[in-house]
T-cell receptor, first 115, second 115 residues
Framework: GAGVSQTPSNKVTEKGKYVELRCDPI?????LYWYRQSLGQGPEFLIY????????DSGLPNDRFFAVRPEGSVSTLKIQRTERGDSAVYLC?????????????FGPGTRLTVT | AQSVTQLGSHVSVSEGALVLLRCNYS??????LFWYVQYPNQGLQLLLK??????LVKGINGFEAEFKKSETSFHLTKPSAHMSDAAEYFC?????????????FGTGTLLAVQP
């Protein structure tokens, strides 16, 4: 079956611009996570959705970052006034439930470069 | 709060040699532990997970890991390395003490396999 997909795969933008990154989770998965992976680092948690609601957004670095999941499936991560420090690979993962022992299935990521 | 430490950012082994990738964790509650592998330009793939059943966990591609509570370790091993094992490996702990089940990752170990 189809895995987690993310679009675009690469995004280059200028400092100060607005970007949207999209995640299509595995069908039926209620839990959705966003992570950010900087060069040479492990993924760092950004936000977690259970259904349509953001159950935990404690990892969002500041108020320039926002994410939505209006219908409980596709999610969009939005970054305003991008900065060069936002350059990273943004990973999305989904899971059948929010139960911690369940595997999270990761997408291939969106590589964001802010020039 | 949970955390993960991976000793050795780069490990090089010869084809056919033992693979040992180290992971130590810190957790205030019984942990769920995971090993993920990341091939170039691909998403993270689960190798194996420990969810408080058997302490020796077998995963895909011949990998296994042993949970040792006394040592707070969850090292990943494979008896005989293949060229196809060259990738980056991440150890992660599930944040069961918080409101979500986000994964907390180590900084990763890049495995090189020499012919």
């Amino acid at each position: 079956g189809a895995g987690v997909s993310q679009t675009p795969s690469n995004k280059v933008t200028e400092k100060g611009k607005y970007v949207e990154l999209r995640c299509d989770p595995i069908s039926g998965h209620t839990a959705l996570y966003w992570y950010r992976q900087s060069l040479g680092q492990g993924p760092e948690f950004l936000i977690y959705f259970q259904g349509t609601g953001a159950a935990d957004d404690s990892g969002l670095p500041n108020d320039r970052f926002f994410a939505v999941r209006p219908e409980g499936s596709v999610s969009t991560l939005k970054i305003q006034r991008t900065e060069r420090g936002d350059s990273a690979v943004y990973l999305c993962a989904s899971s059948p439930t929010g139960v911690p022992s369940y595997e999270q299935y990761f997408g291939p990521g969106t590589r964001l470069t802010v020039t | 709060a949970q955390s993960v430490t991976q000793l050795g950012s780069h490990v090089s082994v010869s084809e056919g040699a033992l693979v040992l990738l180290r992971c130590n964790y810190s957790s205030s509650v019984p942990p769920y532990l995971f090993w993920y592998v990341q091939y170039p330009n691909q998403g993270l793939q689960l190798l194996l997970k420990y969810t408080s059943a058997a302490t020796l966990v077998k995963g895909i591609n011949g990998f296994e890991a042993e949970f040792k509570k006394s040592e707070t370790s969850f090292h990943l091993t494979k008896p005989s390395a293949h060229m196809s094992d060259a990738a980056e490996y991440f150890c992660a702990v599930s944040d069961r003490g918080g409101a979500t089940n986000k994964l907390i990752f180590g900084t990763g170990t890049l495995l090189a396999v020499q012919p």
